[in-house]
């Protein structure tokens, strides 16, 4: 009895794909698992430009654009206005961060997230007072670091403030310890976790 065609279509694929197998190179028989996708994205969040429209002297400290991104982590820093933080250029143009972590590792590596400026190119640099919503000129904020307030990943962040009795209230409530500016340094940023891989 003659098998079916449909059987012998089927027989002829399956000794086709073993005919191909036998063919292939030693190495490349085995059937691998596909590798995990990196942990690496690239956030396209170029500097806003100064507006001389707006009022505002070139180096003052501005309202955040509902639209603006995050060079680092991509989130919306409007969304989060007690921790939002900016930069501003030379030339005028300004680049905002949902949070002090996020400023801090922009300024140790300002060409990784935005190739057109330099960390001397950064003529001022602001962050949010938590409990005031105002600016503060980053140098001279305080920052509180271990405390039970989470930052907009919800992870460890660093609420600013604009005195040192400030950040000792927020202290005995939140808990934490509080750093000046020359105290956040690139190893202290790495152990909290905000050296996000980003690659263009």
């Known amino acids: 009895m003659r098998p079916p065609a449909r059987l012998l279509s089927l027989g002829a694929a399956a000794f086709a794909v073993a005919v191909t197998i036998a063919l292939l190179p030693p190495g490349s028989r085995t ?46 820093p409007a969304r989060y206005p ?22 801090f590792v922009f300024m140790h590596r300002v060409d990784r997230y935005n190739r057109s400026y330099t960390l001397n190119d950064v003529a001022a640099s602001f962050v949010t007072d938590f409990e005031t919503g105002q600016w503060i000129e980053l140098r001279k904020a305080f920052f509180v670091r271990g405390s039970a307030a989470l ?40 152990s909290m976790g905000g050296n996000a891989p980003h690659r263009h």
Request: hydrophobic share 40%.
């Open 151 to 190: 930052g907009p990943m919800r992870d460890a962040g660093l609420p600013a403030f604009a005195s040192r009795a400030a950040a000792d209230g927020f202290i005995r409530s939140r808990g934490g310890q509080v750093l000046t500016f020359t105290q956040v340094t690139p190893e202290l940023i790495r």
């Open 31 to 76: 059937i691998r698992k596909p590798e995990p996708p990196a942990n690496d994205f690239c956030v396209v969040a170029p500097a806003t430009p100064y507006d001389p429209a707006s009022g505002l002297a070139m180096y003052e400290p501005r309202p955040i654009p509902a639209d603006a991104r995050c060079p680092v982590c991509g989130m919306y």
């Open 82 to 103: 007690r921790w939002a933080a900016q930069i501003l250029f030379r030339d005028g143009a300004a680049q905002y961060f949902d949070s002090p972590v996020n400023l």
